[in-house]
């Protein structure tokens, strides 16, 4: 495609068509899709209407969902599983179910936001809600995202060390590998090289088969299908779970998704694909992280290390000891990789929320040479991480700690951001979320809130019993689902009430409404023709009764009035029958005609919406906030503040030894 295409394709028209692009800030980021395993032109609009068409689209679309859900399964992730399974063996496998709905709702309404405005999240923050949020999402994002990329090169270290390999030459050698990943100015290398990260994350399934040798399927269903902890419920357990939540979703994955998804030039036109790209790669993360728990859980099920975890090194030396030592091997490849991944996938989404931000020219078709400050930011960040682990010294420990607490702190912060910009309308238009949609993301979001001020708290006052903590928020939570409840029908009933225009909602009642009118017309006019029967069989009857009278015992001229009252009611049942005939047709006419109007009126909304995208930022008005958001919202900026300051005077202590 020429260079004045693109930059022609740039400018949104103002009514929804064809190939309409959204109004992204680098003009990179249109173009055909150049994926790892497919291309679709910019052109390409044509149906997908047999199987093997769907397929082939959705293995070019593949990719940013896959990605950030399998370098999800980090460092940090490989420890927090490993502890699971080696000190509570199979019976927290429930809560990796409990995560999939959280994982695909959260990621689908981010990949909504990037194929529909063409702009980062941070950006869109900015934008919606002014410069200090703005400012504040993404500063808490580097911090955030810094001290993450740090605990990934721990891991790097710690899976090497235990093939002998000393720091001083696996962190910078893995550091090397980061950059050559990124800096090859082409999207579609870069997905392929993360593409062989993803299929290392099946080293876990060989490592599984060693603890397979004697399976306990019953053990492992009970686990998944069962609410339980093995030995009972006290603060270090419900930590874990809060650790399995924190480690499954992060703050850093709503940056990249949409960021990757703009990048990677995907529209509203493949909007499902993106989806389907989404929840393939949650079950994935899930079953990576379900194999690490089961193999720990029956690897160290009879080993005295049962319950006696220490970090992903020391795990990888007790199944050395009890599986042999190609399953500690393995167990160290299956760390080092998603160390990687999960390094360039961090490391990413904060280059992108600078260059989004700053209007910076920020996508991997650039080379560096054109893309100096993306690739640059990325280049600094990663240095630096790797150098703070190999400063003698470094405390490493406090670091990880830190870094799970912070991003229980932020999380919900991010997710209330994300809630937010998918109900606003002049954001999403027709792609807004639905109310059972909003349902399920609020309660999702109130459990992040709750486990949020858990771990927190837990981390401030160590002392603090946590089973009353969780049962005290727990009640908070479910009066707030009830207060949600009652708001969310009051809203549907307005809603109802009053559809947007030219909505599929607003389709579906004016066809109900033409159906009730035409039924009522119907029945009108059948209650009109069973009282004209009724009259005329009164005034046949009456005219039987006055002959019959003046006939004078007369058989014949009974009889003859007899016959002619007969005919009467026979035809006056012809003529209710012909009057009912025309009621139903004209009915189904009606019916017919409203039918055929709706369906033309959703199929031009779903094209309206199919090619509808964000007009520029410039040109949207600034939402209004009622009193009711406004206060949350300092609620949340106060909590934050508070629990941020309460982790830095913790974070001073232990450094201090305190």
Not at 475 to 498: H, K, N, P, Q, Y
Not at 609 to 633: D, F, V, Y
Request: aromatic fraction near 8%; charge should be positive.
């Amino acid at each position: 495609m020429s260079d004045e295409r693109t930059r022609a394709s740039l400018a949104p028209p103002v009514a929804p068509g064809p190939l309409r692009a959204p109004p992204v800030l680098d003009e990179a980021h249109i173009g055909d899709i150049k994926g790892a395993l497919g291309t679709i032109s910019l052109d390409d609009v044509a149906p997908r209407g047999s199987w093997r068409g769907r397929l082939i689209a959705l293995l070019a679309i593949m990719g940013p969902g896959l990605i950030v859900m399998v370098g999800d399964n980090d460092a940090g992730g490989v420890a927090t599983y490993t502890q699971a399974g080696q000190n509570y063996g199979t019976s927290l496998l429930w809560v990796l179910l409990l995560l999939i709905p959280v994982l695909i709702v959260n990621q689908e309404m981010v990949g909504r936001l990037g194929a529909v405005t063409g702009v980062g999240h941070g950006r869109l923050i900015l934008e919606r809600f002014g410069r200090f949020w703005g400012a504040f999402s993404v500063i808490d994002l580097f911090v955030l995202n810094f001290l993450t990329i740090v605990t990934e090169f721990i891991g790097i270290d710690l899976a090497l060390s235990y093939l002998g390999i000393s720091k001083y030459l696996s962190v910078p050698i893995a550091a090397f590998v980061l950059l050559g990943i990124t800096m090859t100015g082409s999207f579609r290398k870069w997905e392929r090289l993360m593409f062989v990260f993803v299929a290392g994350n099946l080293l876990v399934m060989p490592l599984a088969i060693y603890a397979f040798a004697h399976p306990h399927r019953e053990s492992i269903m009970h686990g998944l299908f069962v609410p339980g902890v093995a030995g009972g419920i006290d603060s270090t357990s419900v930590l874990l779970i809060i650790a399995m939540v924190g480690t499954t979703v992060a703050p850093w994955q709503l940056f990249f998704q949409q960021s990757n998804v703009i990048d990677k030039r995907i529209t509203t036109r493949w909007i499902n694909y993106e989806r389907a790209d989404t929840v393939i790669g949650s079950f994935i993360v899930v079953v990576g992280a379900a194999l690490l728990i089961i193999t720990t859980a029956f690897a160290f099920s009879e080993s005295p290390l049962r319950g006696q975890f220490k970090d992903a090194h020391a795990a990888a030396v007790g199944l050395g000891h009890t599986l042999g030592h190609p399953a500690g091997v393995l167990f160290a490849l299956v760390l080092l990789n998603a160390s990687i991944i999960g390094a360039g996938a961090v490391t990413l989404a904060t280059s992108y929320a600078f260059g989004d931000v700053f209007s910076l020219r920020h996508s991997l078709h650039r080379p560096p040479k054109e893309a100096k400050f993306f690739y640059g930011s990325f280049a600094v960040i990663v240095v630096a991480a790797a150098g703070i682990v190999l400063i003698p010294g470094a405390p490493l420990g406090l670091i990880t700690v830190s870094v799970q607490a912070l991003a229980g702190v932020l999380l919900p912060s991010a997710s209330v951001f994300l809630l937010l910009l998918c109900n606003d309308r002049a954001v999403l238009g027709p792609w807004v979320n639905k109310t059972w949609l909003n349902a399920l993301a609020t309660l999702i979001l109130g459990v992040l809130l709750m486990l949020s001020a858990i771990l927190v708290v837990t981390t401030v006052f160590p002392h603090v019993n946590v089973t009353r903590l969780l049962l005290g928020l727990s009640f908070v939570l479910a009066l707030g689902c009830v207060a949600f409840a009652g708001g969310a029908i009051r809203g549907s009933r307005r809603a109802a009430a009053a559809p947007a225009p030219g909505s599929i909602e607003a389709a579906e009642r004016a066809y109900a409404e033409a159906l009730a009118n035409a039924r009522a017309i119907r029945g009108q006019a059948l209650l009109a023709a069973h009282e004209a029967r009724a009259h005329a069989d009164e005034i046949a009857r009456a005219a039987y009764e006055q002959a019959v009278t003046d006939a004078h015992s007369d058989e014949v001229a009974i009889a003859g009035a007899r016959a002619h009252y007969r005919r009467a009611a026979t035809e006056a049942a012809a003529d209710l029958a012909e009057a009912e005939a025309m009621a139903n047709a004209a009915y189904a006419r009606a019916q017919a005609a409203a039918k055929a109007e709706r369906d033309t009126a959703v199929a031009i909304a779903k094209a309206e919406a199919r090619n509808w995208t964000m007009p520029p930022l410039a040109l949207l008005a600034k939402p209004e906030w009622s009193r009711g958001r406004i206060l949350a919202m300092y609620t949340m900026r106060g909590y934050l503040v508070v629990a941020v300051v309460l982790l830095i005077v913790k974070a001073g202590r232990l450094a201090s030894g305190g």
